[in-house]
């Protein structure tokens, strides 16, 4: 069983930083992409980051590039969303989840294909 634990959420004034962290369980971490999601109150859930098995490629949705990092340490076995010039609109609550296709480097990644989810980390950036 796959277990993911973000942390690294926090409160932080416009234009400040933090780093997420999601540290996963398990043996196979480093042959999975991983992805980043945000749900703020009243809204859907939507995707912010991703990132490949390998770390080659990562994806980032328009309203995050330029200040948001995605990277792994597949030795660790986690991933970081460096997040940077914070906005109030970034208020959000932050899952990591990992993709269920092993070895899948393919621009096809939607919410579907990820089996396993985070609980959460609360991000709140005040103006």
């Known amino acids: 069983q796959v277990q993911l634990v973000e942390s690294g959420g926090g409160l932080v004034q416009a234009g400040g930083s933090l780093r997420l962290s999601c540290a996963a369980s398990g043996r196979t971490f480093s042959s999975y992409a991983m992805g980043w999601f945000r749900q703020a109150p009243g809204k859907e859930r939507e995707f912010v980051a991703r990132i490949s098995w390998n770390g080659g490629r990562t994806y980032y949705t328009d309203s995050v590039k330029g200040r948001f990092t995605i990277s792994r340490d597949n030795a660790k076995n986690t991933v970081y969303l460096q997040m940077n010039n914070l906005k109030p609109e970034d208020t959000a609550v932050y899952y990591c989840?990992?993709?269920?296709?092993?070895?899948?480097?393919?621009?096809?990644?939607?919410?579907?294909?990820?089996?396993?989810w985070g609980q959460g980390t609360q991000v709140t950036v005040s103006s």
């Open positions: 989840a990992k993709d269920q296709r092993q070895f899948y480097n393919g621009d096809y990644f939607p919410e579907s294909k990820y089996g396993y």
